[in-house]
C-alpha cells in the first residue's frame, strides 16, 4: 500500500518521478483499509526535503500510511516558505487531542546547543511527553534522538572533539531484535553531528537497549524495554548527495571542515559518492511500521494504552487478541 499524502505537497512529484507509490487522499478513503496515521515533527530546515526523504521510506512499504506533518509554533522557521507550512503542516494545539499510531521526531542542526537554550525546547517536550499517552510507537532520529534520550531517559549528549561526518559500519548487537530483523551483522549509515551519547549510559539507563553501535561513530540505534520508543542517532533517511551538500555549504562559509568519511570515491570531491546505506534505510523504516507499529498498535486508536503500561499489558507479538488493522467486516 502506498503513503497517502497531499495531492500538491512538492514531494509527491519527486516520489512519483522515483516510481514511489503514493496515493491522494480521495482515492486513500474508498479503500476498506484503516491506514496507520503517522505524525512527524519536522524539526529541520530544509523541511521539504526531510519530507521527501522520509516520505520515500515510508512509501516502500505494503502497508497504507497517511501523514501528518508538524511544525514548532515556539521557532521562527526561516528556510521554509509560511505558505508551504500553513498549507501542509498543523501546529501540536491542532493535534494534540489525537491518537497516532506513530510519531517520528527528526534531528536539527543545533546538538551543540545544550538542550534547555533551544527556543523550542518546552514545546519539544510537551510533545515528548503527549506521546507517552498519545502515540503507540515514537522513532526519533540524529539531535531527535538525543532529545528523547535526554527527555525520558535522562541520558546526556557529549559534544565530541571532531564533527562525526561520513558513511560508518555499525555492528548489529541484538540480532533478534525486530528493529534490525534483516539487517547485515555489519551495516552502513550516514552521521552528520558533533555531539554523541555514551554507549555506557544508555547501557546503565533502566528502561533500555542497545541495539547498534559503530567503533567510529558509538551509539547508532537504541530502544526501550517495552519497544514503545526507538532511538536512532544517524541519518538513515539521507539521499546520496545530502553529506555533499552540507559539505559544500561548509566549505563556502569557510568553514574548516573535513571530507565526509567513506564518502566520496578515492576521498575526491569532484566523484559521484555511492549510495551505500540505502536498504538499511528502508528496511529500518518498513521494520518499524511493522513490527513496532503495525503488528501492535491497536485498531481502534482511542485504545492506545500509556507507555508507563507493563510489558505484560501490551499484546505480544503474533497474539490472537491483537486487533488488525484491516476491518474484515468493513463494507
Known amino acids: 500500500m502506498p503513503v497517502t499524502i497531499p495531492r500538491d505537497l512538492p514531494a509527491r512529484r519527486t516520489l512519483e518521478s522515483e516510481n514511489v507509490f503514493v496515493m491522494s487522499e480521495d482515492r486513500a478513503g474508498h479503500q476498506d483499509i484503516r491506514p496507520l496515521h503517522i505524525a512527524m515533527v519536522n524539526l529541520m530546515p530544509t ?12 512509501g516502500n512499504t505494503p502497508l497504507q500510511v497517511r501523514l501528518t506533518l508538524l511544525h514548532m509554533t515556539s521557532h521562527d522557521t526561516k ?14 494545539d491542532q493535534v494534540r487531542d489525537q491518537k497516532f499510531d506513530g ?21 519539544l517536550c510537551e510533545i515528548m511527553d503527549w506521546s507517552a499517552e498519545h502515540v503507540f510507537s515514537t522513532l526519533h532520529t540524529c539531535w531527535g534522538a538525543q532529545a528523547g534520550l535526554y527527555r525520558h531517559f535522562g541520558v546526556p549528549k557529549h ?14 548487537l541484538v540480532p533478534h531484535a525486530h528493529i534490525v530483523r534483516g539487517f547485515d551483522e555489519v551495516f552502513l549509515a550516514p552521521h552528520s553531528r558533533h555531539t554523541a551519547v555514551s554507549a555506557q549510559d544508555v547501557l546503565d539507563a533502566d528502561g533500555l537497549e542497545l541495539i547498534a553501535v559503530s ?12 519497544q514503545r520508543q526507538l532511538f536512532v542517532t544517524g541519518h538513515p533517511e539521507y539521499e546520496r548527495r545530502t553529506l555533499e551538500a552540507e559539505y559544500r555549504r561548509d566549505v563556502e562559509r569557510g568553514l574548516d571542515v573535513a571530507i565526509p568519511v567513506n564518502y566520496f570515491p578515492n576521498d575526491d570531491p569532484a566523484g559521484k559518492p555511492p549510495y551505500t546505506w540505502r536498504s538499511h ?10 513490527y513496532y507499529v503495525y503488528q501492535r498498535t491497536p485498531f481502534d486508536l482511542s485504545a492506545i494504552p500509556s507507555v508507563t503500561a507493563s510489558a505484560q499489558e501490551l ?17
Open 159 to 172: 559534544e565530541l572533539p571532531d564533527k562525526v561526518f561520513g558513511i560508518f559500519e555499525h555492528q548489529v
Open 315 to 331: 499484546p505480544a507479538y503474533g497474539s490472537p487478541d491483537e486487533a488488525p488493522l484491516i476491518d474484515n467486516d468493513a463494507g
Open 281 to 290: 534505510a528502508f528496511l529500518l523504516y518498513a521494520n518499524w511500521l511493522n
Open 103 to 123: 510519531l517520528i521526531i527528526t534531528g536539527a542542526p543545533i546538538e551543540t546547543l545544550p538542550f534547555e537554550q533551544v527556543d523550542y525546547w518546552d514545546e
Open 215 to 226: 567503533p567510529q561513530a558509538g551509539v547508532y540505534l537504541a530502544t526501550s524495554r517495552d
Open 79 to 92: 528556510n521554509t516558505a509560511s505558505r508551504h507550512l500553513e498549507t501542509f503542516y498543523a501546529t501540536f
Open 47 to 58: 523541511k521539504v526535503d526531510t519530507e521527501t526523504q522520509v516520505l520515500r521510506l515510508l
